[in-house]
């Protein structure tokens, strides 16, 4: 629904009222009684403003699925850390960031070996959110055992990386659109680069990871990258940089 997930409801029961204390969530007018296909269970379910419960972990199928749940973890009360496992790819929107921005007491994490494309209408700074991070999760959440890897990121528009953005694993630029990477603490980072990729000079220590560069890529006097570069374009670097000729 709009207000929340509803669920606890024992179809097997029939329940004449709502009763928090004994996990009661809805009224039923029947139970269940027996399953086949070629049996029909008709069972009238009434709900109320106690029947919501807002979850702090949730399996997200696309973007409406990410809005909402965002949506119904800011409306409470209190701080909340809450995770959105990926079994689709989704879009990440400015709406989104929008309620994690006026709500920093919720901290997200995305999870889920699914691609989050960076809608092309994000200010670059996007990812400097302290209460936004994308990363691999193997705990247990509102009763629900995680196990997923981390994602991936797609960036249609323009996305810098300074010290305050999360490290992402994987990243794709888009063609036209436009990475840059200025962070001293970043030191291992996968990237398919189709746009154009900038190396700023605080990077220092990106020793670790592939870069597999489709486009332009730009490396910055003073920055250091020791990670493994796949050009096959443009390279242009005035720092220092590992490079396998192809």
Request: glycine content about 6%.
């Amino acid at each position: 629904t709009d207000e929340g997930v509803v669920a606890g409801i024992d179809l097997t029961k029939i329940n004449k009222e709502i009763n928090e204390d004994k996990g009661v969530s809805a009224v039923t007018s029947a139970k269940i009684k027996e399953i086949g296909p070629d049996v029909v269970n008709t069972i009238k379910v009434q709900i109320d403003d106690n029947s919501f419960n807002v979850p702090t972990y949730m399996g997200v199928y696309n973007d409406n699925d990410l809005l909402q749940f965002i949506q119904w973890n800011a409306s409470e009360v209190g701080a909340r850390e809450i995770y959105a496992e990926l079994h689709k790819d989704v879009t990440l929107t400015a709406e989104m960031l929008e309620v994690l921005a006026e709500n920093k007491s919720l901290e997200l994490t995305i999870t889920g070996a699914k691609e989050v494309t960076l809608d092309a209408e994000l200010e670059a700074d996007a990812l400097d959110l302290e209460n936004l991070s994308f990363a691999a999760v193997d705990e247990e959440v509102d009763g629900v055992d995680i196990d997923a890897a981390a994602p991936s990121i797609k960036v249609l528009g323009e996305l810098v990386l300074t010290d305050k953005s999360d490290v992402v694993a994987k990243i794709t630029v888009a063609e036209k659109a436009e990475l840059t990477i200025n962070n001293k603490k970043i030191k291992s980072v996968n990237v398919d680069n189709y746009g154009t990729l900038n190396i700023g000079a605080a990077t220092k220590y990106l020793n670790d990871g592939t870069i597999n560069n489709y486009g332009e890529m730009n490396i910055a006097e003073e920055a250091i990258v020791k990670a493994t570069i796949n050009n096959e374009a443009e390279l242009n670097i005035d720092g220092k940089a590992t490079v396998v000729a192809n």
